[in-house]
Structures are given as C-alpha cells and as structure tokens.
C-alpha cells in the first residue's frame, strides 16, 4: 500500500512539472522534439514516434491549452521520457 502510494506520488510530481502550453504550441514542441507528421483530419494532426514507431493523433484546436495528464498520456504512447521532453523545452 505504501509502495502505491509513493509510486503515485512520485508520478504526480512528474506530470506537475509539465508546463502548461496550447495544443499548437505542444504539436509544434513534438515535431522539434523528432515525431515525424503522418496525415491530418480535422482538427488532429496525427504523428510518428521517433522512439518506437508508434501513431497517435494530437488535438490540435486553436489556442486551447492541453491538460497535463493528457500531455503525459501522449508522450507516454510514443515512448518519449517526460524528463528528457522537459529539458528540450
């Protein structure tokens, strides 16, 4: 149980040190970041990981800012280290 709960404490830490940025601003920091643009419907842009290959579609709509927990879901999926994205920024 305590094991749990500092594992979830630590992963809070992580992800409050995510600034906070727009959708554009975070799909343009992806691309610096080596994602490679796949195709784009709408208002998603959908993006290659250098890492490990993986698609996932970003939102990208306007000038609205992404929440936190989502930005550490998609960096989770494409196999990028949130450190490592924090110190690119």
């Given at each position: 149980m305590i094991f749990r709960?500092?594992?979830l404490w630590a992963?809070?830490?992580r992800m409050n040190r995510?600034?906070?940025?727009?959708e554009k601003e975070f799909y343009g920091h992806?691309?610096?970041y080596g994602c490679i643009p796949v195709?784009?419907?709408?208002?998603h842009f959908k993006v290659k990981s250098?890492?490990?290959?993986?698609?996932?579609?970003i939102p990208v709509h306007g000038k609205r800012?992404?929440?936190?927990?989502?930005?550490?879901?998609?960096?989770?999926?494409?196999?990028?280290?949130?450190d490592e994205f924090i110190k690119m920024l």
């Open positions: 709960l500092s594992l992963m809070l830490q995510l600034p906070v940025m727009t992806l691309l610096r195709s784009s419907e709408g208002s250098p890492n490990n290959g993986a698609v996932y579609p800012d992404i929440q936190r927990g989502f930005m550490k879901v998609i960096l989770t999926k494409l196999g990028i280290d949130i």
